[in-house]
């Protein structure tokens, strides 16, 4: 079932925190949006009047649709801030009131869309909330939906979150740790307090935001579809984080997906935690209540049956001393503090003690039953009021007393005190202690729900007006009247229909769940640092690698070859360093072969005496590591005729020790191209000289 209903049933007002951490949390969060304002600060330019009109429109509907309709849901949780007596009432869904800034967003801009944000979360602290951090709230929801709309990358990533559904599904995501967060210091109570509701009361309003949201969207989509001129676009988009850092690209893919699992690894472990303290806390509780349900029945049978017998022993009411027998009668059985004998029309015959008749008033259900009793009403039980503010009603028990004839002359009251009482002793300390040790309050109900036992004494005889489980031995999680968050067992007396109720304030297990959660937490937390630290020393590791072989590609660019690389280790960056110190001595090479034969061409064509245009040659010859190097040139014009046919010029110390070659290696050269010598003893063809 929905209500609808508008935020302006009450008088308007905010409360502003009253501790010091939800200052320094509701200042930092300010200063977020402060910061993320001034990220998203463009350079001032001359505005249509269009773009004023529309911003003008936007900020006099902003109240107007934050606070108009809305729908309740009352079956779900109040969101009551923890020991703050303030009901925040059932979670609401406010259709209208995402529309303008969302709109704002991709039609004037990010500083016009976290403004009127932060509008409508003044509007909702006001009318709803009552909360100063709702202002905040709204105003980081305006600024990331915002940067989302306007940021100007081009990455496929960037380009989803820039459409108005991706720029909705990263706004809700990022709504649940924040609203985590500031749920976090701005609750009161201990810090078990506020991890409780912080991890499990805050669901209700990430849902109606998120709804908010998403019906804001929709009609944002339609836009940026069928009228995309005046949407917000781009003239050139830019190189996103991601392409132009490494380790921007881990971060941007990896830190959301750590986050979200240290998250959920959080929330399950202080759900566990705390259903476990709760089990622990309603066994502790069964086990007491056990105690007093099990006691009272035999309290009320022993008091029925021990009234039935003293009225079946007559008195006669003429005789002087019905105060000592009566007392006799007491102190028989020590189960009545005080015995009362009455006429038929409720005046004092006798007494114990014996001025209680003087002191005592009969009440309506005394005289009532007095009535009853004188037509034959064998036994009866009423709760009425103990004297001195005593923390337990007094149980009285009436029965009519017969003559020898067997007619009913007199009316025995006998009244018992449940904390004196031998049956009922036990079962009230325990639940005292029970009510002390943790805490809460203990009770004792009739069938009216009139309490007959209350720690606290100012409660007797009063009615219990707190909500009661519905099944007999069950919890009930409720919120007390000052803010506080409770648990409420409920127990049925067996036979009669009187009940136990304990109510413990939720605290009790919180703290028993932050002892059991928080070293998880704690490891959760170093695991996160540790693994943060990890990941930066190895991502700086590979990119610095990748920095370094991209200088050499640099140095390899500008013809600087002679620059060896540092190669550490043998993994893909070493692979890739090797690859690349190859390539670099392959271009090396290749670069002075190429300058050895620029060399010597241009040796040999500035030079026209053949021993200086040979020169070039051998010393190129010489450049690879060669002993000696000859060259034989063919005398095509002999002016002597004495001399030899072949001209050849040497260079090295033993290129002289084996001209005699040079005919013969040049005859063999005719006929081939490469001519290789493995060994001289093998060579027939050649003529050495210590072989002649």
Same mark, same amino acid.
């Given at each position: 079932m929905l209500i609808i209903f508008s935020l302006w049933s009450t008088a308007p007002y905010i409360d502003v925190p009253t501790t010091l951490v939800a200052w320094l949390g509701w200042l930092f969060a300010l200063f977020c949006i402060g910061w993320g304002i001034k990220t998203l600060w463009r350079p001032a330019r001359e505005q249509s009047m269009s773009w004023w009109v529309k911003i003008a429109i936007f900020g006099l509907v902003t109240p107007l649709t934050t606070s108009l309709l809305g729908l309740g849901f009352p079956s779900a949780s109040n969101l009551n801030i923890p020991e703050m007596p303030i009901d925040m009432g059932v979670p609401s869904v406010? *259709?209208?009131? $995402? *529309?303008?800034w969302v709109l704002a967003a991709g039609l004037s801009g990010p500083i016009p869309a976290v403004v009127l944000a932060l509008l409508a979360g003044i509007t909702r602290a006001m009318g709803e909330t009552h909360s100063l951090f709702t202002i905040v709230e709204m105003g980081m929801l305006g600024l990331i939906f915002a940067w989302c709309v306007n940021q100007p990358y081009r990455s496929r990533l960037f380009v989803i979150l820039r459409q108005p559904m991706g720029a909705f599904v990263l706004t809700s995501l990022s709504y649940i740790p924040m609203i985590m967060l500031l749920s976090l210091v701005s609750t009161n109570g201990s810090l078990a307090v506020r991890l409780d509701y912080a991890l499990t009361q805050t669901y209700p309003l990430m849902i109606t935001r998120s709804t908010e949201l998403f019906l804001a969207v929709i009609p944002a989509a339609l836009i940026k579809l069928w009228q995309p001129a005046w949407w917000v676009r781009f003239a050139k988009l830019k190189p996103s984080p991601i392409e132009t850092s490494l380790t921007a690209r881990f971060y941007y893919f990896s830190i959301p997906m750590i986050l979200a699992v240290i998250l959920a690894l959080m !929330? /399950?472990?202080? &759900? !566990? $935690? /705390?259903?476990?303290a709760r089990q622990l806390l309603q066994e502790k509780l069964a086990s007491t209540a056990m105690i007093a349900t099990e006691n009272m029945p035999y309290f009320l049978e022993s008091g029925q049956n021990l009234i #039935? #017998?003293? =009225?079946?022993r007559p008195i006669n009411p003429a005789e002087p001393n019905i105060d000592q027998q009566l007392e006799a009668r007491a102190r028989e059985v020590p189960f009545f503090q005080q015995l009362l004998l009455v006429d038929l029309s409720g005046q004092r015959l006798g007494s114990f003690p014996s001025d209680l008749g003087s002191k005592a008033r009969l009440t309506q259900d005394e005289r009532n039953a007095i009535l009853l009793a004188s037509k034959g009403v064998m036994v009866q039980t009423y709760a009425i009021p103990a004297a001195g503010g005593s923390n337990t009603a007094r149980i009285v028990f009436i029965a009519p007393v017969r003559n020898e004839n067997q007619q009913i002359e007199t009316i025995l009251l @006998?009244? =018992?005190? &449940?904390?004196n009482n031998p049956y009922t002793q036990a079962a009230i300390q325990a639940l005292m202690n029970s009510a002390t040790d943790n805490e809460g309050r203990a009770y004792i109900l009739d069938e009216n729900r009139r309490i007959l036992f209350?720690?606290? +004494?100012?409660? !007797?005889? +009063?009615?219990? /007006? @707190?909500?009661l489980p519905e099944l007999? @031995?069950?919890f009930l999680d409720n919120t007390s +009247? &000052? @803010?506080t968050r409770q648990f409420v067992y409920y127990a049925r007396v067996s036979g009669p229909p009187w009940s136990v109720v304990i109510s413990v304030p939720a605290t009790r297990t919180q703290d028993m769940a932050l002892t059991t959660a928080m070293p998880l937490l704690i490891l959760l937390v170093i695991l996160l640092i540790s693994l943060m630290t990890v990941w930066q020393l190895l991502l700086r590791f590979m990119t610095d690698s990748l920095q370094s072989l991209a200088q050499e590609a640099s140095l390899i660019s500008q013809g600087k070859l002679d620059h060896p690389m540092q190669i550490l280790g043998a993994d893909e960056v070493g692979q890739l360093g090797n690859a690349f110190d190859g390539m670099r001595l392959s271009l090396k090479a290749r670069l002075d072969e190429l300058s050895h034969l620029l060399a010597v061409s241009e040796g040999v064509a500035s030079n026209l005496a053949a021993e200086d245009a040979v020169k070039p040659i051998l010393e190129a010859a010489m450049r690879n590591g060669a002993a000696l190097a000859r060259v034989v040139l063919l005398r095509e014009v002999a002016l002597n005729a004495g001399s030899q046919r072949v001209v050849s010029f040497g260079m090295g110390r033993s290129s002289e020790l084996y001209a005699y070659l040079d005919e013969q290696i040049f005859d063999l050269m005719t006929g081939q191209d490469i001519l290789t010598i493995p060994? +001289? !003893? #093998?060579?027939r063809r050649l003529t050495f000289l210590n072989e002649m």
């Open positions: 406010m *259709i209208f009131s $995402a *529309i303008p !929330v /399950g472990d202080w &759900l !566990v $935690a /705390g259903y476990t #039935r #017998r003293q =009225a079946e @006998g009244y =018992a005190d &449940l904390n209350a720690s606290d +004494t100012s409660q !007797v005889m +009063t009615p219990y /007006g @707190g909500p007999d @031995g069950s +009247t &000052l @803010g060994s +001289t !003893v #093998r060579m």
